[in-house]
């Protein structure tokens, strides 16, 4: 394993897309691999891409590769696209904006699936943006699979957030309201050659102003930006801006902050996901039980139950979780 | 004479068909059935006594060579003049092709069709690292003006009309056919024949572009205007739904798409400062021909009448010849299995079949062999043959629109026609083609369509035969054309030997004079004449309106 | 190494035709049948193709090609595989390869050559079974 990060250390690309391979499966070594990536990095700032599909999220990702190669920037890329709910499977489009970088050996574009995970971003996202970090990648760039879904994570592990709006996409103005504007330290609306840009431009500032964290923030809140990232029209002032963000997130104070919050949002993660399988699992054996069927005739209160249930899972976490062959507490007494 | 559609017919015949008739006389063969029955030019409904139904008849349907076109574009149609029959052909090197061409005009072709290699259709010399095993494989390699010299040597450009699947570059090889037609002594305006010239589908199905969408449709309104006032009797655009259908759109797509691409090129064409009746006449359409006869035939007579009526309502054409939808076909080359390869030549003759009773202007059948490879010269004859048994012993050919009046095909026409005008207030709504492309509207529905027609075969709820029913075991393929690994050699040579013959001086001015001009607003026809003229290569010119406009990538529009 | 995970495969348009009907397709298809698919457009050189693969660590790559000029390019994906020591990696190709062809695509490495109107059911079965006997990544990760 120790030989493994040294190589992707020494630029060695095989290794380091072997490696994310290995944190996205989950398997094997994976676990010690995470351990050694998580004191090995934080130095580097993340920046967050989210929006909703189609409005040029990769597109944007591409003419900014372009700008920060020219600045001989190393750059990774993150991007992630929703695992079908149905098969399993993904289909990994992001890349193919990016492809005159293919050959770039100073770019690293790496496509994820979410595989079921909620809030716009997998699992493994955060290790493999650590993998980056270890192959000497500055800045990663995350872009979140954007379906209008809670994008969170992406805020509590990027060290800044952009989110990307754009005309004809939905109902734009439900969609600012719906609020991912909570997350965002940048505000960018694509396609401002069109006059609904312009328009939605309006709303947004609109928005902005009356909103909480607008008010509570010293610097004045997000900045706003309007492009069109096709032709390259303002990506050259938004990036100037993206680095600024970038320079001030470099200081120990803010790397420390970065990290903490990673963590935090990595046991968070793992902790749900446990708790998650727990519950699973007694759900499964509790509704094997008496106890249950006099729930489904309405002969008994549910608000117990769960109660109960949620109590039992958590004990069983702590008493050694990720057992497959452990039956919960609940499921237990409730068979007696 | 109580009927009015007889009063109607009697002026029909008098305003139009005797006009027609003078200018392009019928065909001396006996216009019978094969039992000797006589053949009239036109047939209509018959007991339309009552003045409104004789109205609608009119609006919808009406008469061949007339408003709005439904039944056709000629009056007399196939009586007079066959369609242009025109295989697609071109591999190899100039001489190759060359020869397959005096091959097939030997035969009874009529019209010579141009397949350019991928590399020549991109705007890559033979030499460029990635026209790498693509030189001469979908078509003929053309570099530089010595090549296309090659490609046309004793046929006389002045007898034979010309048409040629060239999009992105179109600039650069038709001043160069321009250029070959000079030094056979034809001038300009006495050349005849089409450029496809038609950007906006290769975004959406064809994938053959260069440059980004704006300053495409600028190198193609250029055209257009050079075209109108030089050559007037070239057609400078090939509005094309070939493409469209066979990356596996429905037949209402296929019409809807195209017809607002060419709303898209009369727009650009009007703000390029050209008038609609100066300009529309010149602009043709390119289809495909799928095995569903009764389909395809009110695709054609549909897409037909949609133009006639974009053209008066929207854009106020005055000329009927704007408003008149000249097509050509090509048998849809997605239906071609690899399987039991002689069962193509029935699919292909359906195919021809239904271009015909559509009222094509020009036919390519496609070979039997073409899943497998390009076509041998003995399934590019039986191709050609298929159209010249349809045309002198089907019938087809003996009156116009011989389908009307089906109430199954008016049908299939009335819902195309509504279908594709839906799709047209579609993309109008999201601000015009160019937007739509930038969304992906077209590219997704198409997508959307080929993904459930092929699921369908795969569930077998759709039968391909020889493919997922009557499946033949241990077949074995028929010999195909292989194209000559040495050509490619052969023509990076020649490529060579021109670079160090022509006029250095002469290539470097003509060159700066296009970068300098594309950087403007003049019109870039000329100098892109004056560099094929010094033997300037399509790659070199090319590379210098890259350095001025940027190349397209996908996924940016 | 990745049985933790969904197979990961790269569709590729290698060389110059802008034909992806097929491709599209299968990229769907494959997707419906649970593979992670990463779809790179048309018109790549095999450079692309390859660093692409490389980076994405897949377990196989499909090629798409309509013009004739597999022989080449194809050639030119597995030396520039070879170099990077990726030659475990499945492949496979579709388009318009005539039979007279794929002895020698074979014996590149290409375990399927599936030619137009192969049924799908085909495809996944053959795809399946090359994936489960595929050699393992040698699994550096491990050392």
């Known amino acids: ?336 | 004479m109580s009927d009015p559609l007889d009063r109607e017919l009697e002026r029909w015949k008098r305003e139009t068909l005797s006009d027609a008739v003078a200018k392009v006389p019928e065909r001396p063969e006996r216009r019978v059935t094969a039992s000797g029955r006589p053949v009239d030019t036109v047939y209509l409904p018959r007991n339309l006594s009552n003045a409104a139904a004789c109205a609608a008849y009119l609006e919808q349907i009406g008469f061949p060579g007339e408003y709005p076109f439904t039944r056709g574009v000629q009056p007399s149609m196939y009586r007079s003049r066959f369609w242009t029959m025109r295989q697609y052909a071109g591999f190899g090197s100039a001489e190759e092709t060359n020869r397959r061409f005096r091959y097939l005009l030997d035969h009874g072709q009529t019209g010579l069709s141009v397949a350019f290699d991928l590399p020549t259709q991109i705007g890559y010399d033979s030499d460029h690292a990635l026209a790498a095993g693509e030189v001469g494989k979908v078509g003929v390699a053309i570099d530089t003006l010595a090549d296309m010299e090659a490609l046309f040597d004793a046929i006389p450009l002045d007898r034979v009309s010309t048409s040629m699947t060239i999009n992105a570059p179109a600039a650069v090889l038709w001043a160069m056919y321009l250029a070959v037609g000079a030094k056979q002594g034809v001038a300009a305006d006495r050349l005849t024949g089409t450029i496809q010239n038609d950007m906006l589908k290769e975004y959406m199905a064809r994938g053959t572009y260069i440059f980004p969408p704006a300053p495409s449709l600028r190198i193609t309104t250029d055209i257009f205007a050079y075209g109108a006032e030089h050559a007037p009797r070239f057609n400078t655009i090939s509005v094309s739904g070939y493409h469209i259908r066979e990356a596996g759109s429905t037949a209402a797509q296929e019409v809807g798409f195209t017809l607002a691409d060419g709303i898209a090129y009369v727009e650009a064409a009007r703000r390029a400062g050209l008038d609609v009746d100066r300009f529309a006449p010149r602009v043709a359409f390119f289809f495909g021909a799928m095995t569903d006869l009764f389909e395809e035939v009110g695709k054609f007579r549909a897409a037909r009448r949609l133009w006639a009526r974009i053209m008066k309502e929207r854009f106020g054409a005055k000329d009927p010849r704007s408003c008149t939808l000249r097509f050509h076909t090509q048998t849809c080359g997605a239906t071609l299995t690899a399987q039991q390869v002689d069962n193509n030549v029935v699919r292909v003759t359906l195919q021809a079949l239904a271009a015909v009773l559509g009222g094509t202007q020009s036919l390519h059948t496609n070979s039997r062999d073409e899943a497998l490879a390009l076509p041998t010269e003995a399934s590019v004859q039986l191709a050609l043959r298929t159209q010249q048994v349809i045309a002198h012993e089907s019938g087809a050919a003996l009156t116009a629109d011989p389908l009307a009046g089906s109430y199954y095909v008016e049908k299939l026409t009335d819902e195309i026609e509504a279908e594709a005008r839906e799709l047209i207030a579609r993309i109008d709504e999201m601000g015009g083609m160019v937007r739509a492309l930038e969304r992906r509207y077209p590219q997704s529905e198409i997508e959307k369509s080929a993904f459930a027609y092929q699921q369908e075969i795969e569930r077998g709820r759709r039968v391909i035969v020889g493919v997922n029913q009557y499946v033949a075991k241990d077949e074995t393929q028929p010999a195909i054309l292989t194209v000559d690994a040495e050509a490619a050699r052969r023509q990076v040579a020649r490529l060579h030997k021109v670079r160090a013959e022509r006029d250095p001086k002469a290539v470097t001015r003509t060159l700066d004079a296009i970068e300098q001009i594309a950087g403007s607003e003049q019109n870039l026809m000329p100098a892109i004449l004056d560099a094929v003229r010094a033997y300037a290569s399509v790659g070199e010119i090319c590379d210098r309106l890259r350095g001025v406009f940027g190349e397209h990538e996908e996924g940016s529009t | 190494m990745k049985d933790g995970g969904p197979k990961r495969i790269l569709i590729g348009k290698v060389g110059l035709d802008g034909h992806d009907r097929g491709a599209k397709f299968i990229v769907r298809a494959l997707r419906d049948a649970g593979y992670e698919v990463i779809y790179t457009g048309i018109r790549r050189t095999p450079e692309q193709i390859v660093r692409t693969a490389v980076d994405e660590d897949v377990d196989a790559i499909g090629l798409s090609l309509l013009s004739g000029a597999h022989n080449e390019l194809f050639e030119r994906v597995v030396e520039l595989l070879k170099a990077e020591r990726a030659r475990d990696v499945v492949l496979f190709a579709g388009g318009t390869i005539p039979d007279q062809d794929i002895p020698h695509l074979e014996a590149l490495g290409f375990r399927r050559i599936f030619t137009p109107g192969t049924p799908l059911s085909e495809i996944l079965s053959a795809l399946a079974d090359e994936l489960a006997s595929a050699p393992a990544t040698p699994d550096e990760a491990a050392t």
């Open chain 1, 1 to 336: 394993m120790d030989t493994l990060v040294d190589k992707i250390r020494q630029h060695d690309r095989r290794s380091l897309a072997e490696a994310m391979s290995l944190v996205d499966s989950d398997a094997g070594e994976a676990a010690r691999l995470k351990d050694l990536l998580r004191g090995a990095t934080a130095g580097v700032p993340w920046w967050g891409f989210t929006g909703p599909p189609g409005v040029g999220k990769s597109t944007l990702i591409d003419a900014l590769l372009t700008r920060l190669r020219a600045a001989c920037r190393r750059v990774g890329v993150l991007a992630l696209d929703p695992t079908s709910p149905v098969s399993d499977g993904a289909l990994l489009g992001d890349r193919v904006r990016m492809m005159r970088h293919a050959e770039d050996r100073d770019v690293f574009i790496r496509s994820l699936a979410t595989r079921r995970c909620a809030g716009g971003l997998s699992d493994a996202t955060l290790h493999c943006a650590r993998l980056l970090e270890l192959g000497g990648f500055d800045p990663v760039l995350i872009e979140t699979v954007g379906v209008g879904q809670n994008e969170a994570d992406i805020a509590s592990i990027a060290d800044f957030c952009v989110v990307l709006l754009g005309p004809g996409y939905g109902d734009y103005i439900q969609l600012i309201k719906a609020g991912p504007l909570e997350l965002a330290d940048v505000v960018v609306v694509n396609k401002c050659d069109m006059p609904e840009a312009q328009r939605l431009l309006g709303e947004v500032r609109e928005e902005l102003r009356h909103s909480a964290r607008a008010a509570a923030e010293s610097e004045g809140g997000p900045a706003i930006f309007g492009i069109e990232a096709k032709s390259g029209k303002g990506v050259e002032l938004l990036l100037e801006h993206l680095l600024a963000r970038d320079q001030s997130a470099r200081n120990d104070e803010a790397r420390q902050r970065a990290q903490r919050r990673r963590v935090l949002s990595e046991i968070r993660r793992s902790a749900l996901r446990s708790c998650a399988q727990t519950m699973d699992r007694a759900l499964a054996d509790f509704s094997s039980t008496s106890v249950f069927e006099e729930l489904v005739r309405g002969r008994s209160s549910l608000s117990t139950v769960a109660s109960q249930l949620g109590a039992d899972a958590l004990a069983a976490l702590t008493s050694g979780a990720g057992d497959n062959s452990k039956r919960t507490e609940a499921a237990r007494n409730t068979r007696r």
